[in-house]
């Protein structure tokens, strides 16, 4: 099982920023994929960002041109650079990893992840 380790969250005004970030105990260089998710009260999770071992990108609609994922291979370590928070932006945020599996893919569904981090709370004030 991969631990996953969250850091970086807070809380911010309209407008701000933020730059959460996620240690893993495994080398990402083996994971087939990397990415963040995000689940509101009352909500289900859904997916935000994420990369594929190949390095390609996938951005959810209300995160693409605000929100940049990127990883640290030395360090094995994921991030994410979020810019103008909105008010709807608040939620627990959570790093993800598929250790392992057979095909492509680029963590934009729960169901393809197989290890999670505890989580970190975004809040975004008006």
């Known amino acids: 099982q991969v631990q996953l380790v969250e850091s970086g969250g807070g809380s911010v005004q309209t407008g701000g920023s933020l730059r959460l970030s996620c240690a893993a105990s495994?080398?990402?260089?083996?994971?087939?994929?990397v990415g963040w998710f995000r689940q509101s009260p009352g909500k289900e999770r859904e997916g935000v960002a994420g990369v594929s071992g190949g390095g390609s990108t996938f951005y959810s609609n209300f995160a693409r041109g605000r929100f940049t994922i990127s990883r640290d291979n030395e360090k094995n370590t994921i991030y994410i650079d979020m810019s103008d928070l909105k008010p709807e932006d608040t939620a627990q945020y959570y790093c993800?990893?598929?250790?392992?599996?057979?095909?492509?893919?680029?963590?934009?569904?729960?169901?393809?992840?197989?290890?999670w981090g505890q989580g970190t709370q975004v809040t975004v004030s008006s």
């Open positions: 495994m080398d990402l260089r083996a994971a087939k994929c």
């Open positions: 993800a990893v598929r250790a392992s599996g057979e095909g492509w893919n680029v963590c934009s569904r729960s169901i393809d992840i197989t290890d």
